[in-house]
C-alpha cells in the first residue's frame, strides 16, 4: 500500500505543483493548512525505506535520508547526478535504465559498505504520464522510481534459522538411531550380554536427547522474556566444585585433565541455579572442543567488584572471523565439526542471555589451534565483596 502511494505520488509530472484555481471558495482547515504535496513529501523524507527519484536522463531529482544511507551519498550534492555516479553500481544502472524504457523490475541488490556488503530490495519503477485519450497511444516515460529497503538482518536470520534446524535435526536423528539400533539387538538377542552391552549405551544416548531438549527450552524462554532470577548469596566454589567433578567420567574417558582453581572466596548475589547452568555449558563446550591429552581450567576470583569466572582449554581453538559471533543465536563456528563433536550450537548463547540477566559480561578470547578462554563477570552486591 505504501509503494503503491509512493508510486501514485511520484507519477505525477516532475513540474511544479498547480496552483490551487481562485474560485475555490473553502478555506483550507487547520489541519489541511500545509499543502498534501508537502506534506506527502516530509514523509516520504522520514520513511526508513529508501526513495530516490530520477529524472528521464537517469538524473536524481529527489532522494530521502534513508537512500543516501543505503547508498552513501549526501543528499544535498547528489541532485542532478546521474544515477552511477550517486550510486555506484552496475546493476542498478542497468535497471535504472530498463525503468526508463518502461520495464520495472524487482529483486535483491548487493551493496559494498565499510562494515561489510549489505544486501537491500531494490525495486525500479518507471514513471509515466497517462496517454491521451487516443486509441494506441503509449504513456510518455517522464523519469524511474527506486524503492530500496535494507534485508541484510532479516536474511541473516533467515539463513541461521535454516541452517539451526538442519543442525538441530541432525542431533536429535543421531542419537534416535543409535538408540533404536541398541534396543534392536537387545529385543533379538536371546543373552543377558547385549542387554549388558547396548542398554548402558541406549541410556547415554537418552540423556543426550533430554539434555539438548532442554537447551531448546531454555532458550526458548530466555528469547521470550521468560527468564526469571531466584537472586540469593551464594559461594560461588560451593556452586562450581560438583560441577566441575561432575564432569570427571568424561574428562577422563577423554584423557582430559579437569582443574578448578578458587583464587580466593567469591560471595555475591546471584541466581545460584543460573549460574550452575552458565559453568555446565561453558564447561561442556571446552571439553567436546579440547582432544585427548588436553585440559580444561576453571578459575573463580573477584576483581574490581565483579564475581569473575573463566573457562579455559587447551582445545582447537576458535577462528577469528568467527570469535565476534560466537554469542548469536544458532550461531556455529564451523557446523562440520560440531556435528563430529556433537554440538547443537545453543549453549553460548544460553550463557550470555542468563549473564546479561545478571548485569554482567562475557567475552572470549581465542587463537585458533591454541586454546579458549571464556570470561565471566558478574557484579558483585556491596555487602559480599571481598568476603
Not at 508510486?7 to 473553502?26: N, Q
Not at 561453558?282 to 578459575?299: E, K, Y
Not at 545453543?346 to 542468563?354: C, N, T
Request: aromatic share 4%; glycine share 8%; hydrophobic share 45%.
Amino acid at each position: 500500500m505504501l509503494v503503491g502511494a509512493i508510486l501514485g505520488f511520484a507519477a505525477r509530472p516532475l513540474t511544479a505543483r498547480r496552483v490551487p484555481e481562485e474560485r475555490d471558495p473553502a478555506p483550507p482547515r487547520e489541519a489541511e493548512s500545509k499543502p498534501v504535496g508537502d506534506r506527502f513529501d516530509a514523509l516520504v523524507r522520514a520513511l526508513p525505506l529508501g526513495v530516490v527519484m530520477l529524472d528521464a536522463g537517469g538524473r536524481v531529482r529527489f532522494a530521502n535520508r534513508a537512500a543516501a544511507a543505503i547508498f552513501g551519498f549526501e543528499v544535498s550534492r547528489v541532485i542532478g547526478m546521474h544515477a552511477i555516479e550517486a550510486a555506484p553500481s552496475i546493476e542498478l544502472e542497468r535497471r535504472v535504465a530498463s525503468a526508463l524504457l518502461g520495464e520495472a523490475s524487482m529483486g535483491p541488490l548487493i551493496v559494498a559498505g565499510k562494515t561489510g556488503n549489505r544486501t537491500y530490495a531494490v525495486s525500479v519503477y518507471p514513471l509515466a504520464d497517462p496517454p491521451p485519450d487516443v486509441n494506441g497511444a503509449a504513456e510518455e516515460i517522464r523519469g524511474a522510481l527506486v524503492l530500496a529497503e535494507d534485508q541484510t538482518e532479516i536474511l541473516a536470520l533467515e539463513t541461521a534459522r535454516q541452517e539451526f534446524l538442519t543442525n538441530v535435526s541432525h542431533e536429535l536423528r543421531t542419537p534416535l538411531s543409535s538408540i533404536k539400533l541398541m534396543l534392536e539387538t537387545v529385543n533379538e538377542s536371546p543373552d543377558d550380554e547385549a542387554r549388558d552391552i547396548f542398554v548402558p549405551q541406549a541410556l547415554a544416548q537418552v540423556d543426550r536427547l533430554a539434555s539438548l531438549v532442554q537447551r531448546l527450552l531454555e532458550q526458548a524462554r530466555t528469547e521470550s522474556g521468560v527468564l526469571t532470577l531466584n537472586v540469593t548469596e551464594i559461594d560461588l566454589e560451593a556452586v562450581a566444585r560438583p560441577i566441575v567433578r561432575s564432569f570427571d567420567p568424561q574428562a577422563a574417558a577423554k584423557n582430559v585433565r579437569m582443574d578448578l582453581r578458587a583464587e580466593r572466596p567469591v560471595l555475591f548475589e546471584a541466581d545460584a541455579e543460573r549460574i550452575a547452568q552458565v559453568l555446565v555449558n561453558l564447561i561442556d563446550n571446552a571439553l567436546r572442543f579440547t582432544p585427548s591429552g588436553g585440559s580444561v581450567t576453571t578459575s573463580l576470583n573477584v576483581d574490581s567488584g565483579y564475581a569473575v569466572i573463566a573457562v579455559s582449554d587447551t582445545g582447537i581453538g576458535i577462528p577469528y572471523r568467527d570469535l565476534p559471533h560466537v554469542f548469536e543465536r544458532f550461531y556455529v563456528v564451523d557446523r562440520s565439526r560440531a556435528r563430529a563433536i556433537s554440538g547443537a550450537g545453543l549453549g553460548l548463547s544460553i550463557v550470555k542471555q542468563i549473564v546479561d540477566a545478571h548485569g554482567g559480561s562475557v567475552t572470549a578470547e581465542s587463537m585458533l589451534g591454541s586454546g579458549t578462554k571464556f570470561v565471566v563477570r558478574i557484579p558483585v552486591a556491596q555487602s559480599a565483596a571481598g568476603r
